[in-house]
């Protein structure tokens, strides 16, 4: 049997198709940091069980989602991913086999209505599907991952994920992420310059789009790499603030 693990925030224009994917789960656990407009009340259509609380960071919250699943088996989503048929089918055949742990699934992204071949996105396996008993989740603020005790397989249909819907959403989601990546590096002791940054940016444009070829991916492509490459420089942009911060005090 399984429980579907999900953690939202102000993801009104995501969750319902989400949601909506996984409604032959046996339970669906929602956990919410706090949104703002009609997140919760839109999960209260598809699941009694969702939960209202603080916001710790990734890796914690979405422990603690884990930690409400009451089934075998536990297969984690972001609000804005969904499951097709065909990964239905193949994930309710993958919870017979008692050799293994967890698997791995590959996600097909979307970036401003466009599914992305490249860039590094294409094959992106993540390890969403796992026993119960078998998993947890590290504490990281942002980039967390799930560790599973060995025995991994990998799935074949892919997570279709909506990573960003408009340049509204780009913009909103480099300004959350650089500024938890900014202090996840301070709590390792990390600095920066405004060289550093700029250089960093630099290099994560020419990785992206020369290296790992999203030239390949046409004009999203393009803006893909432009924002990924936005990231990475206020990222450091904000350490470097940070840091300074930190040092008056």
Not at 8 to 17: L, P, V
Not at 128 to 151: A, I, M, S, W, Y
């Amino acid at each position: 049997m399984l429980s579907v693990s999900i953690i939202t925030k102000n993801e009104s224009q995501h969750i319902a198709r989400c949601l909506a994917s996984v409604a032959w789960a046996n339970e669906i656990i929602v956990l919410d940091s706090g949104s703002t407009e009609d997140t919760v009340e839109i999960c209260k259509q598809f699941t009694q069980c969702v939960f209202v609380t603080d916001w710790p960071g990734f890796g914690p919250q979405k422990q603690r989602a884990l930690d409400k699943a009451r089934y075998d088996w536990v297969l984690s989503l972001d609000a804005d991913e969904e499951v097709s048929d065909a990964l239905k089918q193949e994930i309710q055949k993958a919870m017979l086999q008692s050799d293994t742990n967890g698997f791995q699934i590959p996600r097909l992204s979307s970036y401003c209505g466009k599914q992305i071949q490249h860039a590094g996105w294409r094959p992106d396996y993540v390890l969403r599907l796992f026993r119960r008993d078998k998993g947890h989740f590290t504490d990281d603020v942002v980039h967390e991952r799930v560790l599973v005790e060995d025995k991994i397989h990998r799935l074949k249909s892919p997570i279709l994920h909506e990573a960003f819907v408009d340049p509204e959403e780009v913009l909103h989601k480099i300004n959350s992420y650089s500024s938890l990546g900014a202090q996840k590096l301070l709590s390792q002791g990390k600095n920066a310059s405004v060289g550093l940054a700029i250089g960093k940016g630099l290099w994560t444009f020419i990785r992206t789009y020369f290296l790992k070829a999203a030239i390949l991916d046409g004009a999203e492509g393009l803006m893909l790499a432009i924002s990924n490459a936005e990231g990475s420089y206020y990222k450091y942009l904000k350490l470097r603030h940070l840091f300074k911060q930190t040092s008056q005090k």
